[in-house]
């Protein structure tokens, strides 16, 4: 693999999104979640202990991708989550179930054409604070933070081909 330098930093996800998100996917144990940009892997290994879902980590942060398997392996979840220092942008996520964001608008578009070429229909997406152009949301909520501050989930399904040649 190229060594990128990645787009943006490295930004947890508070819990509460991350419960907030798996409210809103309504994970099971048969979903294969993709975590695009997935920093230290929290998301992914919390859906296999808490739902017994299977997970694949990309990051272009070879850091990142040692501290997630690290914490994947002190959480007894490596036999269902894996990590991969990948450029996200030359990656394969077509077995995903779900696909989670947490990139910036102008890196959710460029990824945008991706994901319509490689998930299959009816694939849920959710993206952390970041829309995704003129891709109208199937739902977004927000959640409350702290009192002073709201993080905004947009949910997609991505639709069947016919709809798909309209989205570019």
Known sequence: MTQHKPDIGFIPTPTVVVEG?????????QDVIYDL???????????????????????VDGDRIQEATTNAKAAE?????????????????????????YLLTHLNLKLKPQLFRQLKP?????????????WIPDQV??????VDEIATL????????SVMSDQF
């Open 77 to 101: 979840v490596s036999d269902r989550v894996t990590f991969h220092h990948q450029n996200l942008y030359e990656s394969d996520f077509s077995p995903a179930t779900i696909v989670i964001l």
């Open 141 to 146: 909520i927000q959640i409350a933070i702290e």
């Open 37 to 59: 940009g997935c920093g230290d892997g929290r998301i992914l290994i919390t859906a296999a202990q808490q739902f017994g879902a299977q997970g694949v980590g990309i990051d």
């Open 122 to 134: 009816g694939t849920r997406v959710v993206s952390h604070d970041f829309d995704m152009g003129d």
């Open 154 to 161: 947009y949910y997609w399904v991505i639709p069947n081909c």
């Open 21 to 29: 998100m798996f409210a809103l996917l309504q994970v099971t144990p």
